[in-house]
């Protein structure tokens, strides 16, 4: 089955910083790759998702990046705010509907005022 | 965009006895909902995939016998964990794909725990 790396666990950026998570992905036949942000208590919320038929999609400040032939996305939170504190999960998924996310083992992400 | 009514957030149980928590589509079919348990500061953990009308899928190591799924409508699963114990404490949380955005829709969750 699919196996999903994220790395780092915990990371502390100062304000206005910039944040970068990245994962790493094992079946090269997963098409989907959600990024979802968890406060405590709460349930995930999507951020951002990109598929595997482009390299790179932006929404405001965050954006992620995709490498297939490395199997590895990437999340790009940039002028980082108070509010980003969070934990962060990145997911993969062979195909959208009837197969099961694969999760991330997170990354809380602490901004610093 | 499409909802996922999850209930209850919250439930303290003796141990022994059965919880069932209830994961309902709003404005949409989710003919298959899957189910998650999350550990404190660990991620999400699939732990079976319930389609409706049809027999759940259990994750490697998840007792089915134990945490009984039903998904006997296009708008409603349900999770029952049964003779629970404190080790079951957990956060629960329901998943249905959303066919509009193309994504997948969480309920809200629920906090499990067993005294």
């Known amino acids: 089955g699919e196996n999903v790396e994220q790395h780092p666990s915990t990371l502390s950026v100062q304000e206005g910083d910039s944040a970068v998570i990245k994962c790493t992905y094992s079946d090269s036949a997963s098409n989907y790759f959600p990024w979802y942000k968890q406060e405590l208590g709460k349930r995930p919320q999507l951020i951002i998702d990109?598929?595997?038929?482009?390299g790179e999609k932006k929404d405001q400040r965050i954006a992620v990046t995709l490498n297939k032939t490395a199997k590895h996305f990437s999340l790009h939170i940039t002028e980082t705010q108070p509010e980003d504190s969070a934990v962060y999960f990145c997911a993969a998924i062979v195909s959208f509907g009837n197969e099961k996310l694969t999760f991330g083992t997170g990354t809380r992400l602490t901004i610093i005022p | 965009g499409a909802v996922v009514s999850q209930h209850p957030s919250r439930v303290i149980c003796k141990s022994g006895t059965s919880v069932k928590i209830e994961c309902r589509s709003l404005d949409f079919q989710a003919t298959t909902m899957f189910w998650y348990r999350q550990f404190p500061k660990q991620s999400l953990m699939l732990m079976a995939t319930?389609?409706?009308?049809?027999?759940?899928?259990?994750e490697q190591g998840v007792e089915k016998d134990k945490f009984l799924i039903n998904h006997a409508s296009l708008t409603l699963s349900t999770l029952t964990v049964t003779s629970a114990h404190p080790e079951d404490s957990s956060f629960y949380i329901c998943?249905?794909?959303?066919?509009?955005?193309?994504?997948?829709?969480f309920g809200s969750g629920t906090r499990l725990t067993v005294v």
């Open positions: 998943s249905a794909p959303d066919r509009q955005r193309g994504g997948y829709t």
């Open positions: 990109i598929r595997s038929n482009v």
């Open positions: 319930s389609n409706e009308g049809s027999k759940a899928t259990y």
